[in-house]
């Protein structure tokens, strides 16, 4: 899983990166309370991924979301990894 304010609300949101089906994001909306957000932030990949990290590269304050795909036969067919702006 990898945690980040993306929607700098102040509350850490969630994505749960899954290898056996899709993966998941969540807004946490305070109180124990989260909305999945996953097509909505346009995360919609039916891609199976092993692992996930927020990060800031381009200086714009803005977390920036990668995610790396799990594939069981790698060709150049296959899902590569992704990064969400």
């Given at each position: 899983?990898?945690?980040?304010?993306?929607?700098?609300?102040?509350?850490?949101?969630?994505?749960?990166?899954?290898a056996?089906?899709?993966?998941?994001?969540?807004?946490n909306?305070?109180?124990?309370?989260?909305?999945?957000?996953?097509?909505?932030?346009?995360?919609?990949?039916?891609?199976?991924?092993?692992?996930?990290?927020?990060?800031?590269?381009?200086?714009?304050?803005?977390?920036?979301?990668?995610?790396a795909?799990?594939?069981?036969?790698?060709?150049?067919?296959?899902?590569?990894?992704?990064?969400?702006?």
């Amino acid at each position: 899983f990898a945690v980040s304010d993306y929607d700098h609300d102040g509350d850490l949101d969630l994505f749960l990166s899954r290898a056996l089906d899709q993966s998941l994001f969540f807004r946490n909306d305070g109180g124990f309370h989260f909305t999945d957000v996953t097509f909505a932030a346009g995360i919609d990949s039916l891609r199976l991924s092993k692992g996930a990290c927020f990060g800031a590269f381009d200086g714009d304050g803005f977390g920036v979301l990668f995610i790396a795909n799990y594939y069981l036969d790698p060709t150049p067919e296959t899902p590569e990894n992704q990064l969400f702006r």
